[in-house]
């Protein structure tokens, strides 16, 4: 008997059954919140830098 396998809708990879969701999608969802979470920190590290420089220089 072979192992149940599912056809992933997005990407089209064929995975075990036994796993929750696509592991490729999955990786790539992580990669973009890593990223956006990323980007968040620099814009508020850049908004308190600037205004820490403001505070400063008064």
């Not at 997005?10 to 490729?24: G, N, S, W």
């Not at 969802?29 to 850049?46: E, F, H, P, W």
Request: hydrophobic residues 50%.
């Amino acid at each position: 008997m072979s192992d149940a396998q599912t056809k992933c809708p997005r990407c089209d990879l064929v995975y075990p059954a036994v796993e929750p969701a696509c592991p490729r999608c999955r990786r790539i969802r992580q990669t973009n919140i890593a990223i956006a979470t990323t980007m968040i920190m620099l814009v508020l590290l850049a908004v308190v830098g600037w205004l820490g420089m403001q505070l400063f220089f008064i």
